[in-house]
Nanobody, 117 residues
């Protein structure tokens, strides 16, 4: 089992920045990819950004150029720096960890990000 604890959400004005953090504990040796998803009420959860243990990164087109994902393997922590935030970035952001087989996903409790116009 892997436990994920998120922090860093909140309320910010459009154009502002936030940094999300997610610390993993437990069977972390099994984890390859860590990342962030977000979900609006009534919508499907969508990938924001992901990073493998070796540093391969994926971004959603909607955040590319405005967000940076990074990972500290020694601290088992993944970060998401979000800049130039827009109201449409408002959502609950979930930390995700996926094992090497791709069959097992672990989720954090979610952190609310609200961007006011």
């Amino acid at each position: 089992q892997v436990q994920l604890v998120e922090s860093g959400g909140g309320l910010v004005q459009a154009g502002g920045s936030l940094r999300l953090s997610c610390a993993a504990s437990g069977s972390i040796f099994s984890i390859n990819t860590m990342g962030w998803y977000r979900q609006d009420p009534g919508k499907q959860r969508e990938l924001v950004a992901g990073i493998t243990r070796l540093g391969t990164i994926t971004y959603a087109d909607s955040v590319k150029g405005r967000s940076t994902i990074s990972r500290d393997n020694a601290l088992n922590t993944v970060y998401l720096q979000m800049n130039s935030l827009k109201p449409e970035d408002t959502a609950v952001y979930y930390c995700n960890a996926r094992d090497y087989s791709g069959r097992y996903d672990y989720w954090g409790q979610g952190t609310q990000v609200t961007v006011s116009s």
